[in-house]
C-alpha cells in the first residue's frame, strides 16, 4: 500500500478548519458541492454528489479526522485518509496522510492541493 503524506498550513482557527472537513454546508461553500457529511465514527459522507464517498472511522475532535475513500476512477479501491490538526491560535496546520493504491502520485497530489486545500484555504482564509 502506497502513502502519500501532505501538510498544509490555513490561516484560520482550527474550528474553523475542522468545520470545514466535517459540515456539509461548509463543504459545499469549498466546492464539494452537493455535499453529504455525518461526522461521527461509523457515519458517511459524500462530496461532488458521490465521486468521492466513505465512511468516518475515527473523530477526535479538532485533533483527528480518519476516513476510509472510494472514488469514481476505481470505485471498488478503498483509500484510508488521515488528517491531523495542529491548532497555532489564528492559524491551522494540517498533516495528511492518504494511503492506497495510488497510481499517479503527482495527480494526486495535485488534486488534493487544486480541489481540496487550495479551495478551503480560499474560503477560510480573511
Do not use: C
Amino acid at each position: 500500500m502506497a502513502e502519500l503524506e501532505q501538510t498544509y498550513e490555513i490561516k484560520a482557527p482550527v474550528s474553523k478548519v475542522w468545520q470545514a472537513l466535517t459540515d456539509a454546508e461548509t463543504a459545499g461553500k469549498w466546492g464539494a458541492a452537493p455535499a453529504k457529511l455525518d461526522a461521527r465514527e461509523g457515519g458517511q459522507f459524500s462530496y461532488w454528489d458521490g465521486d468521492i464517498h466513505g465512511t468516518f472511522t475515527k473523530l477526535e475532535p479538532m485533533q483527528v479526522i480518519e476516513q476510509d475513500w472510494y472514488g469514481h476512477d476505481n470505485p471498488t479501491w478503498r483509500y484510508r485518509v488521515r488528517f491531523t490538526f495542529e491548532d497555532r491560535g489564528d492559524s491551522t496546520t494540517v498533516h495528511m496522510l492518504y494511503a492506497g493504491d495510488i497510481v499517479d502520485e503527482q495527480r494526486d497530489i495535485a488534486d488534493w492541493r487544486d480541489y481540496y486545500f487550495d479551495p478551503i484555504k480560499k474560503l477560510l482564509e480573511v
